[in-house]
């Protein structure tokens, strides 16, 4: 197999995966559509039987295609347990550089081995971070190959698989941005007789759009208020309740940053504690059940750790705040595994005098 790298594909390439990291930075769930383009790298293929090439009729000629970009689309759907299901279609069109004979080569003009691919794919997706994911997968179906040495057409179609491997970067609520690599092969194809097969890397940067996710609703901040105390015999005089001392803030689902209404919840909390002299404040942040108990409390923890910074950010001394993180482990409401529930995404505010 020879490789002919496309030094432009390959810069742009380079460029795209380094945007994929640089950007600011959850599971892929519900339906989404897909696209796709990339570098691909075909390897040689051999052709057993008889083809014509200009005015000869060849035998068991090695055909060199050139280094082209390869497009996909896909219809999928993905569930909250990483996996997902997709539909994928493929074409490739690179052209024939070479037609080798008995280690003699001649190069050829308007020759060309197009390719569409039918894949059912299953892929899973890895959370290594709060919005990347490793994904792995393959997939099985149809390749419709159409060889033109322009002489003459040939058409065949053959099993074709493929292997994908890569990450995917949830780049806001419904954009999942791709990066992967492909290997893609096609079996059993006949032109002129015998069996050839084509293969071709492929390096693919794609865009999934999802049809129905959406952020989750954020609950409306809760306060949990200590009993009034009751009046004194007459004459009766009002008495003020004490001042609220426990506030939670809740997150949107794998998310460690504070909302409009969470802000609004802990400037709340500040001016309760400036005002009531209460300088001891001690946060807890909570999950809901999706993922790993390790992921979890790290998650936990940097959503009270969000928490405290912007409480520091509005004038509370640092070094009176603790923090602490309790994964899935003390839920508002109790719910099975891999169950996302609002209430449970929270950091919890006790202040103290």
């Known amino acids: 197999m020879k490789l002919r790298p496309n030094l432009h594909v390959l810069a742009l390439s380079s460029v795209a995966l380094g945007a994929l990291f640089c950007a600011s930075a959850t599971a892929a769930e519900g339906w989404y559509v897909g696209l796709g383009a990339g570098l691909s790298l075909p390897s040689d ?47 490739s069109d690179p052209a024939i550089s070479t037609i ?17 691919t039918l894949f059912g794919n299953v892929l899973y997706d890895l959370p290594v971070a709060e919005d990347l994911a490793l994904t792995l997968g393959g997939g099985l179906g149809l390749g419709m190959a159409s060889l033109d040495t322009g002489t003459a057409k040939s058409n065949d179609s053959g099993f074709a698989f493929q292997t994908i491997t890569g990450i995917s970067y949830h780049w806001s609520d419904r954009l999942d941005l791709a990066f992967d690599y492909r290997y893609v092969r096609t079996t059993g194809l006949h032109y002129g007789g015998g069996s050839s097969d084509l ?8 865009l999934r759009w999802f049809v129905d996710r959406s952020a989750p609703a954020t609950p409306a901040p809760v306060a949990v208020a200590k009993a009034a105390v009751a009046p004194p015999p007459p004459p009766p005089a009002p008495v003020s309740p004490p001042p609220v001392k426990t506030y939670i803030v809740f997150f949107d689902f794998n998310k460690s940053y504070l909302t409009d209404a969470a802000q609004s919840v802990v400037a709340e909390a500040i001016k309760v504690a400036k005002t009531t002299g209460m300088v001891k404040v001690q946060i807890a942040g909570h999950t809901d059940t999706v993922g790993s108990d390790d992921y979890n409390m790290k998650l936990s923890l940097a959503r009270a750790a969000t928490v405290k910074d912007e409480m520091v950010r509005l004038g509370m ?18 719910t099975a595994p891999n169950v996302r529930e609002p209430q449970n995404r929270r950091a919890v505010i006790d202040l103290g005098s």
Not at 317 to 334: N, Q, W
């Open 100 to 116: 080798s004979v008995g280690g003699v080569s001649a190069a050829v003009n308007g020759a060309d081995l197009s390719e569409v």
């Open 317 to 334: 001394d640092g070094s009176a705040i603790s923090v602490e993180g309790k994964g899935y482990h003390a839920p508002l409401v109790a």
């Open 199 to 206: 293969g071709a890397h492929n390096l693919m940067l794609s």
């Open 45 to 91: 293929v051999t052709v057993p039987g008889t083809i014509a090439v200009g005015n000869s009729l060849i035998r068991g000629a090695t055909i060199q295609r050139d280094n082209n970009v390869r497009g996909i689309a896909a219809i999928g759907y993905g569930w909250p347990q990483h996996f997902r299901l997709e539909g994928e279609i493929g074409y």
